[in-house]
C-alpha cells in the first residue's frame, strides 16, 4: 500500500470515447505527477501539479486533460485518443516537488480500440 | 542517447546470489532514484540519493558523483527481488525525474 490509488486499474476505451483517470492521496502531499509508459520505453512526464496550480505540461496532446481540483486528488480526461496512447498511466506524489521522493499509485493500463 | 543509462537491460541470476544493477547519467542532478516496479505496475520508491551510500535491508545503492554513476546491489537475492528496477535523475535544473529503461531482473530459486 503506496498510499497513491488509481482507478480505473485497467481500461479498454474506443478512439471516440470520453473516459477520466483518477488518482488520490492522503500522504499530506502536495505535488501530484501524470506518467506515462509505453512498452520498452522509459516513464515520460506528462503533467506535474503542485498546491493544485499546473507547473508542467510535457508537451503532451490536448486529447489529454489534467484536473486537479485538490491537493489531494489528480484527473486524467481523456477524449479522441490515438492506439499509440495505449500505456500504463503512472500516478505518483510527493511531499514538494524539489528533493522529495515521489510515491507512485499501481498504474492505470488502457487500451485503446 | 538517454540521458540516464542502465546495464543490464536483463539479469537472471540463481538465488542468493549477488546482484549489481547499473545506472549513468549525463545530466546534472540534485538525486538520483531507484524505484522498482513489479508485475502489474505499481512502482516503490527504493532509494534517494545525493552522495556516497545508503543501505536498506539486502539492497544498497551507491553513487560517485564526479562519475555520474550508481548502483544498486542485492545482497542474498531472493525470487520476490524479480521485478524492474529503475533509475532515474532529479534534473538539478528543472528538477523533474528523469528514467532509465529498467533492468528486468529474474531470480530463480
Known amino acids: 500500500e503506496t498510499g497513491v490509488t488509481q482507478t480505473p486499474r485497467h481500461l479498454v476505451m474506443g478512439m471516440t470515447n470520453k473516459k477520466s483517470l483518477k488518482c488520490e492521496q492522503h500522504l499530506g502531499h502536495n505535488a501530484m505527477y501524470w506518467y506515462k509508459q509505453s512498452a520498452k520505453k522509459p516513464l515520460e512526464l506528462m503533467f506535474v501539479?503542485?498546491?493544485?496550480?499546473?507547473?508542467e505540461n510535457n508537451s503532451v496532446p490536448s486529447r489529454f486533460s489534467p484536473e486537479c481540483p485538490n491537493s489531494s486528488h489528480l484527473f486524467l480526461h481523456l477524449h479522441t485518443l490515438q492506439p499509440e496512447d495505449s500505456a500504463l498511466y503512472l500516478c505518483?506524489?510527493?511531499?514538494?516537488?524539489?528533493?522529495?521522493?515521489?510515491?507512485f499509485g499501481d498504474g492505470t493500463r488502457l487500451s485503446i480500440l | 542517447k538517454n540521458e540516464v543509462e542502465q546495464s543490464p537491460q536483463n539479469l537472471t541470476a540463481q538465488e542468493g546470489e549477488f546482484i549489481t544493477i547499473n545506472c549513468s547519467y549525463s545530466v546534472g542532478i540534485s538525486a538520483l532514484h531507484w524505484l522498482q516496479q513489479h508485475p502489474g505496475g505499481g512502482i516503490v520508491s527504493l532509494f534517494m540519493l545525493s552522495s556516497g551510500k545508503k543501505k536498506h535491508g539486502r539492497l544498497i545503492a551507491t553513487i560517485n558523483i564526479q562519475e555520474k554513476h550508481s548502483s544498486l546491489h542485492i545482497t542474498a537475492s531472493h525470487p520476490r527481488d524479480s521485478a524492474v528496477y529503475i533509475c532515474a535523475a532529479s534534473s538539478y535544473n528543472t528538477d523533474k525525474l528523469i528514467f532509465g529503461t529498467g533492468t528486468r531482473l529474474q531470480v530463480f530459486p
Open positions: 501539479y503542485n498546491f493544485k496550480e499546473q507547473t
Open positions: 505518483a506524489s510527493s511531499r514538494d516537488t524539489m528533493m522529495e521522493p515521489q510515491h
